[in-house]
C-alpha cells in the first residue's frame, strides 16, 4: 500500500484527509464488467472514507483508505445495542461528464437528526459533503453513465467503543462507502404489490421510526418475508394498527380522482427526501398535497367509491413506483386504472430528468461533487 502524505492544503470543510491509495484497486476493464451489470448493493468501489469520533477529541482522523473489513472489538457496542444510523443518496453522472448528487444537505441534516434520536454525534453538514466528495475524487470513475444508473452513496455512523455497558459509546465511527446501481426496474416501471402487516409494526409511538437506524430494517425483515409468501414485493405498515405508515425503506402517497396527492403523516415515518422533492414537483404542477392521518380504512372506501384511484411508493432506491395492489389478511385493494401509473411516472420521469441533468434544475437541489 502506498501511503501518501496527508494533503497540503484542508479542504472546504477545513480538514486534513490521509489518502491511502488502493493499491489492489480494480482495473478499467474490471470496472467496467462491474459497472455494465452492477445489480444493487453487491460491488464496492475501491476506497472508503472514515472519521473517528470521541468525547474528548470530536471528529478527527479523516482519512481515504482502500475498502475492505473494519477491525472492531467482539464487545463494541453496536453489535450489542444497535447504535447506528445511516443514509443513502446517490451520484450521478451528467451528459457534460460530471458527477452530482440530489439535495445532500438534506441527507445531512437528516443524519443530524437520526444520531440526536440514537444518542450518537452530530456530523456537521460540511463534514458530511466533504466525504462524499473525498470519495468521489478517488472513486469518481465508479459512477456509471448508462441511462438510470447511479453510483449509490451509503455514509453510516456507529458506536464502535468497546464496552457492554447500557449508555451513548463514546467512540463512535462514520464512514461512507459506495455502491454502483443499476436502473432498478430492468424492462420498464411495473407497479407493485404490497402485503399489509396487521401482525407486525416497525416503529412505534416514540420510537425510532422517525430515524434511519438498522433496528428499524431488521424488525422489518420478518413482515417482508411474510409479504414475499404472499407473493407481494414490499409490506406496508401501520401506525398503532389504524393509520397508513410506510413501506420500511419507502414512503407511500395516494392519489385522489381530483388530482389530491395525500401522504401520511405521523412521528413514526421516516421522512423521505424523494417524497417531499415528488410532492413539490406535483405542487409546481397545480396538485393540492396534504400530509395528514389517513386510515386504512379510508383507502379501501376511497378505492371502492372510485374517490382514490391509486398510490405509489417513492424513495431514493426505487425513485417512484405505482402501487398496483394491496393484499391484506381479509381484503385486497386493486389499482387497475392506468391515471394514477401515469402521474406516478411522470412524476419519476420529471424527477430523474432533473437527477440525470436532462431537466432545468430549478428548485436548485443539485450538488456538483467532482469540483
Ligand atoms: C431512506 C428511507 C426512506 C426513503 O427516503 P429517501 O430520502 O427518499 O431515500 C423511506 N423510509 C425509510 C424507512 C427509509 O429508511
Redesign the pocket.
Known amino acids: 500500500m502506498t501511503v501518501n502524505l496527508p494533503l497540503q492544503a484542508p479542504s472546504a470543510a477545513g480538514l486534513v484527509w490521509n489518502v491511502t491509495r488502493n493499491d489492489a484497486a480494480k482495473t478499467a476493464e474490471e470496472r467496467a464488467a462491474i459497472l455494465a451489470d452492477p445489480g444493487f448493493g453487491n460491488h464496492f468501489t475501491d476506497h472508503m472514507v472514515d472519521l473517528c469520533w470521541s468525547e474528548k477529541g470530536g471528529w478527527h482522523r479523516p482519512r481515504v483508505s482502500p475498502y475492505g473489513p473494519i477491525q472492531l472489538e467482539p464487545s463494541a457496542a453496536v453489535l450489542h445495542y444497535a447504535q447506528e444510523i445511516f ?3 446517490k451520484a450521478y453522472r451528467h451528459g457534460d461528464g460530471s458527477i452530482r448528487t440530489f439535495r445532500p444537505y ?2 445531512a441534516a ?1 443524519m443530524q437528526r437520526s444520531a440526536a434520536r440514537l444518542a450518537l454525534p452530530a456530523l456537521p453538514s460540511e463534514i458530511f459533503i466533504d466525504s462524499l466528495r473525498q470519495l468521489i475524487a478517488v472513486d469518481g470513475d465508479w459512477v456509471p453513465s448508462a441511462p438510470e444508473t447511479s453510483l449509490y452513496l451509503r455514509p453510516f455512523m456507529f458506536a464502535k467503543e468497546a464496552f457492554l455497558g447500557v449508555r451513548p459509546a463514546k467512540k463512535v465511527a462514520y464512514y461512507v462507502i459506495a455502491s454502483p446501481a443499476a436502473a432498478y426496474f430492468t424492462g420498464g416501471v411495473q407497479p407493485v404489490s404490497i402485503w399489509l402487516s396487521t401482525k407486525y409494526a ?1 416503529a412505534g409511538k416514540g420510537g425510532t ?1 422517525a430515524a ?1 437506524t438498522g433496528g ?2 431488521a424488525s422489518s425483515l420478518l413482515p417482508q418475508a411474510e409479504a414475499a409468501e404472499h407473493g407481494c414485493h414490499q409490506v406496508l405498515f401501520l401506525d398503532e394498527g389504524t393509520y397508513l405508515e ?6 407511500i402517497v395516494l392519489v385522489f380522482k381530483d388530482g389530491t396527492l395525500v401522504t401520511p403523516e405521523s412521528d413514526s ?9 415528488v410532492l413539490q414537483l406535483a405542487r409546481d404542477r397545480g396538485h393540492d398535497v396534504e400530509s395528514r392521518k389517513v386510515t386504512i380504512d379510508e383507502w379501501r372506501e376511497g378505492a371502492a367509491s372510485g374517490d382514490i384511484v391509486g398510490a405509489f411508493a ?4 426505487a425513485v417512484v413506483t405505482p402501487i398496483g395492489r394491496l393484499l391484506a389478511e381479509d381484503f385486497e385493494i386493486v389499482h387497475a386504472g392506468s391515471a394514477s401509473s401515469e402521474l406516478a411516472l411522470s412524476l419519476r420521469e420529471e424527477l430523474t430528468g432533473i437527477q440525470y441533468g436532462r431537466l432545468e434544475d430549478r428548485h436548485g437541489w443539485m450538488t456538483r461533487l467532482d469540483a
Open positions: 443514509e443513502g443518496l438534506e441527507n437528516r416497525r421510526g434511519k428499524n430494517y410506510e413501506l420500511g425503506g419507502m414512503n415515518i421516516l421522512e423521505g427526501i424523494t417524497r417531499d422533492s417513492c424513495g431514493t432506491a
